[in-house]
């Protein structure tokens, strides 16, 4: 074992990966006082960034970047960017990268999410990804030039995607191989009025649309449709960047996500996982979270810190929390529900503004509010606290949501 000391202060945590989770892990570390020696690891060459922006004021030009806001020097971390860890002996306490290994008493894995590619459109010219700034760099020429673009995937990137590119004059065809937008994050009837809002920005939404295949200036679908594309943009979803620990022995999720413990834990000792990288069990919700947004990553880390300095922290048991911006919209949903739970609709949905919310045995446990953003604040606290709601006066939009409890 390598550079292990006797105290907690003096050893040495590694994180992989510069993204908010690791970011935030480095900090609140100082933030708690942990004086030893924090290194962060990330594989991208640029100053540690925030992603949400890359899929709006970044790719409009509106912002240049989306650096964070810390002085790692002054927090004594040390950053090694654009180096990338290939693997890591937990036995050994060692990972290993491309110009040799590096030592570490604690570890810290919060490499995120990778986006997942079309099969057979890797290395075609004009087809892209929006996961990265240099994606986002990549892609504002393309919005800039004005091209005719297809989107392929109508979930939250592909939304926000299309909503730029229409804000900056293109034409836009979105392909969903589902019946609708974000099929795999909504109910039908949920995601149903959503379907408006891109013909009403100027897209065309086609629905069971599957990509057969990507040529040269191309989409072809499975009907044999072809639609002509100057640029392709690809939002088909996320998985976990894992595959650098397939030969660790740290157990891996069904996902390929790290399987952490309700403290964030790996199943190897000193190795802790957070961000979109890590799945959690959720005693809220009964059931292991994968969560791929923000929030989680902001949130998580504050437990993982707590760990390694040796407070008793409660569980890893947040209520989820996310955004997204989309066709002059603010969308957010707090929560998790599954598809046995009761639904209450808040206003109408072919409305400006309306909310839905999720019952399980008369508690709130999840919301979707679109332009509401006072119901998402009170209804994560009643998620929080488990409250039991009133479904007939939670249905009136005009009554404050914490005025709708049983
Ligand atoms: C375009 C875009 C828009 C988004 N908008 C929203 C939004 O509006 N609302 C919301 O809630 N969420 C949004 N999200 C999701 C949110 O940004 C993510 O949940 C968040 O970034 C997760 O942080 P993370 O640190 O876990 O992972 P990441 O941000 O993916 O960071 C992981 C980092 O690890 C590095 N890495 C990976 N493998 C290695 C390796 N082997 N060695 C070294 N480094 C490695 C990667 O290069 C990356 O920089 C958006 C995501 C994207 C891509």
């Known amino acids: 074992m390598s550079e292990q000391t006797e105290t907690r202060g003096t050893r040495r945590v590694v994180v992989v990966g510069a993204g908010m989770a690791g970011v935030q892990t480095a900090v609140v570390l100082r933030e708690k006082g942990f004086s030893g020696p924090v290194t962060l690891i990330g594989a991208e060459p640029h100053q540690p960034y925030d992603r949400p922006p890359l899929s709006k004021a970044v790719l409009l030009g509106k912002a240049e970047g989306s650096a964070f806001d810390v002085d790692f020097e002054a927090l004594g971390i040390e950053l090694q960017l654009g180096r990338e860890v290939l693997g890591v002996r937990p036995g050994d306490h060692e990972l290993d990268t491309a110009t040799g290994p590096v030592p570490y008493d604690v570890l810290v894995l919060a490499t995120g999410a990778e986006p997942i590619r079309l099969p057979g459109a890797e290395g075609v010219p004009g ?17 800039a030039r004005q091209h005719d673009i297809v989107v392929v995937g109508a979930g939250w990137i592909g939304a926000e995607f299309a909503t730029a590119a229409r804000e900056a004059g293109c034409a836009v065809t979105v392909v969903e ?3 609708r937008p974000l099929a795999g994050a909504l ?56 595959a650098w620990l397939k030969d660790s022995g740290i157990e891996l999720g069904t996902y390929g996500e790290v399987v952490a413990d309700d403290h964030l834990r790996t199943s190897a000792p000193d190795v802790h996982a957070v961000g979109d990288c890590a799945s959690f069990p959720s005693g809220r919700y009964g059931e292991r979270l994968l969560v791929h947004h923000w929030d ?31 066709f002059g919209r603010f969308v957010q949903y707090a929560g998790h529900h599954a598809s046995a739970d009761t639904t209450v609709w808040r206003g109408d949905p072919t409305g400006a503004a309306w909310s839905v919310c999720w019952l399980r045995e008369g508690r709130l446990v999840a919301l979707l509010a679109v332009g509401r953003p006072r119901d998402l604040a009170q209804g994560r606290r009643l ?10 006066l939670l249905a009136d939009p005009s009554r404050p949501l914490k005025n709708a409890t049983a």
């Not at 760099?137 to 919005?143: D, F, G, Q, S, T």
């Not at 009907?223 to 690809?234: E, P, T």
């Not at 949130?299 to 890893?316: D, K, L, M």
């Not at 998620?383 to 007939?392: F, L, Q, R, V």
Request: negative net charge; charged residues 20%; aromatic residues 6%.
């Open 177 to 179: 191989a589902a019946d």
């Open 187 to 242: 109910p039908a009837e949920v995601a149903a009025p959503m379907a408006a809002w891109y013909a009403n920005s100027g897209a065309v939404l086609r629905t069971h649309a599957r990509v057969e295949r990507v040529e040269d200036g191309t989409v072809v679908l499975d009907d044999g449709s072809r639609v002509s594309a100057g640029a392709v943009v690809v939002g088909i979803g996320a998985r976990p960047a894992t």
């Open 383 to 392: 998620i929080e606290a488990g409250t039991a709601m009133d479904p007939e």
């Open 296 to 326: 989680n990553a902001l949130q998580g880390p504050r437990t993982v810190a707590a760990n390694i300095i040796g407070e008793s922290p409660e569980p890893y048991d947040p209520v989820p929390y996310f955004w997204s911006e989309q």
């Open 127 to 143: 087809v892209h990804l929006l996961r990265t700034l240099d994606d986002a760099e990549r892609l504002r020429p393309v919005l």
